[in-house]
Nanobody, 124 residues
Framework: QVQLVESGGGLVQAGGSLRLSCAAS????????MGWFRQAPGKGREFVAR????????YYQDSVKGRFTISRDNAKNTVYLQMNSLKPEDTAVYYC?????????????????WGPGTQVTVSS
């Protein structure tokens, strides 16, 4: 079992940057591929980025490619999401989760151990 807690959200102007962190408890963090998702008001939870357990492989939703970077530090049991050039459409609650099932690396149903989320608001 892994418990996840996100932090680093806030209010930022368009074009600004934020760095989200997801801290994990438990000694098995490094055995999980990890993902970031987001959910805007009135919309479903959507995939943002994924990183392999060792950190060597990453995958992004097309709309964030070149702007967001996912990384992890297994020694600190933490996964990060660096978000640059933020846009108002990036406004959402951001969640991290562990990939538990092989149903597609960008499929929300592949993930579990969801954190409570952190709010990101980008003003225009």
């Amino acid at each position: 079992q892994v418990q996840l807690v996100e932090s680093g959200g806030g209010l930022v102007q368009a074009g600004g940057s934020l760095r989200l962190s997801c801290a994990a408890s438990g000694r098995t963090f490094s055995t999980y591929d990890m993902g970031w998702f987001r959910q805007a008001p009135g919309k479903g939870r959507e995939f943002v980025a994924r990183i392999s357990r060792g950190g060597s492989s990453t995958y992004y939703q097309d709309s964030v490619k070149g702007r967001f970077t996912i990384s992890r530090d297994n020694a600190k049991n933490t996964v990060y999401l660096q978000m640059n050039s933020l846009k108002p459409e990036d406004t959402a609650v951001y969640y991290c989760a562990a990939e538990l099932w092989d149903r597609g690396r960008d499929n929300v149903n592949s993930y579990g151990y969801w954190g409570p989320g952190t709010q990101v608001t980008v003003s225009s």
